[in-house]
């Protein structure tokens, strides 16, 4: 429970405790120092009058009238007036001479005069000591020196001169210097008072206004979302070290245990976060293999106030993301070709009612066997040859969508798919394939009937997976070859453009895969792709070449 409050169960605001926190501590702190530096003053005034003491009595003790009647009958009449003007003139409390009896022969009160001395700090002085002693006479407390009064030239002891100089109490001295100090403790605590409150507004600014309260609820907060988040994720700062790491992102690397505040490195050997922070530039939907776990990863910087100061990575496995790609590209699939099979029975329709229309009963016979033989003998070939539901689809899509468009694409007869290769999957495969096709359709496209020609070749062989699609185009120019896998880059126009032969290189470089172009102007362009079936890393070198074995586009 807090120490303060202003209302019951209610504490008071941060902003206060600070301002008292530190106004208390500045307070103690200067009256604590003003009274240490009394004190001490006090010690050193004592030491210098106990000197002055000390020189006064040495004086007296040397005085010859004083040596010869010390001790001697009447001697206080001689002794007496000789140490009143030695004290009046010195400006000393008093000044007491005493025989070896410890009989006073002079002192400021007549009275005591030939009285025995009773101060019971005298002992060392008659045994020819001389020293200062603090002790409290019947003048009140005093520095005292004590000196031997020695005779026949200072080879007999005959008495002892006491010199004493009352000492001020810290009481007295604060009545001296009371206004003084009064006003510095004053100043002192203004000052300290204007620093509390620019301090405590200082600190509540710096935590944007917040309570304490209420920034660890906040933190409470932001933590659940983090692990409430479906996706990975990590942050560092700028020495790279880990500052936020939810359970998504542990159970995706396999990390066990809190992690936060190692280096990045430490964890995730292959991470490119650091990359990240030195360069500030985001990344999007990278896909990557960290720990055997295949993901796809975004990375941003972490800017404040126009300066970075560490990066962050989101991420999610990859297998999550498949399924529910392969249920979204399957149903767009699906639809697409309904739509396309649709519209190309509503003319295959039309033209059996117009031959039927025109007394053609025989030639509508004839074509509706030739249409239901060719759909017919297509899909028996996909569903006996290509085994991955997700291709047969797109392929059988893709063939529908060419007959609308007025293109002739030949699905080769040789083409089989038996297996998927281990280091990629069919959503990657049908993003391939797809993309491939697509830009050979579009190159086609617009060229005369006789050359509307695309070709695809999809073979399991031994080691690898080959793709082949091949169009009798316009062709590659030689210029723009090394950079047509580039992302953003595109012949065409649009926003959206660039983007799909840039997926393909992506894919088939996660997979350890190679990709070959053959390309001749106005007459063909031939891309292949090979996926080995063992895994990554099975093609050394740049896994971009052309059909020569020179590299093109950048392997990222």
Known sequence: MSFFFFKKGKQLPLRWKITLLSFGLIMLIIVGGGIILIENFSLTLERELGSRALAVARTVAQIEEIQKYVGKPNGAAVIQPIAEKIRLATNVEYIVVLDMDRIRFSHPLQERIGQRFEGGDEGPAFADHEYISLATGIMGPSVRAFVPIKADEGTRQVGVVVVGILSPTIARILSDIRLRFYISLFLGLLVGLAGSIYLAD??????????????????????????????????????????????????????????????????????????????????????????????????????????????????????????LAEELTGVKKFIEALRVQNHEHMNKLHTIAGLIELGK????????????????????????????????????????????????????????????????????????????????????????????????????????????????????????????????????????????????????????????????????????????????????????????????????
């Open 202 to 323: 200082n600190i509540k600014r710096t935590m944007y206004n917040m309570e304490p309260v209420a920034i660890a609820q906040l933190l409470e907060e932001r933590s659940a979302v983090f692990q409430s988040i479906g996706e990975g994720i990590i942050a560092i700062d700028r020495e790279l070290n880990i500052t936020v790491i939810n359970d998504e992102a542990k159970r995706i690397l396999g990390i066990d245990g809190d992690v936060t505040g190692w280096p990045v490195r430490k964890v995730i050997p292959e991470t490119r976060l650091p990359a990240t922070v030195v360069s500030g530039k985001a990344h999007f939907n990278e896909e990557r293999v960290i720990n055997g776990t295949t993901i796809l990863v975004s990375r941003f910087p972490i800017v404040v106030r126009g300066e970075i100061m560490g990066a962050v990575a989101t991420f999610k496995d990859k297998t999550e993301v498949h399924k």
């Open 361 to 556: 009963s025989d030639e509508a016979i004839d074509y509706i066997f030739e249409v239901t033989t060719e759909q017919e003998e297509l899909t028996l070939f996909l569903a006996k040859n290509i085994l991955d539901y997700s291709v047969a689809g797109l392929l059988l899509g893709k063939y529908l969508r060419s007959k609308e468009l007025k293109i002739d694409l030949e699905i080769d007869r040789s083409s089989h798919l038996e297996s998927v290769p281990a280091a990629t999957d069919s959503s990657a495969l049908v993003i391939i394939t797809g993309n491939l096709l697509e830009n050979a359709m579009e190159a086609v496209a617009g060229l005369p009937p006789e050359r509307r020609k695309v070709k695809i070749l999809l073979r399991n062989q031994p080691g690898n997976l080959l793709i082949r699609v091949s169009d009798t185009g316009p062709g590659i120019s030689p210029e723009i070859l090394p950079v047509i896998f580039q992302a953003g880059f595109s012949t065409k126009q649009g926003s959206a453009r660039g983007v799909g032969l840039f997926l393909v290189q992506q894919y088939v470089t996660n997979a350890g895969g190679r990709i070959t172009v053959d390309s001749k102007l106005q007459e063909h362009t031939v891309i292949e792709v090979l996926i080995p079936n063992e895994g990554r890393n099975s093609y050394e070198g740049d896994p971009y070449t052309d059909s020569r074995g020179r590299p093109h586009g950048h392997a990222d």
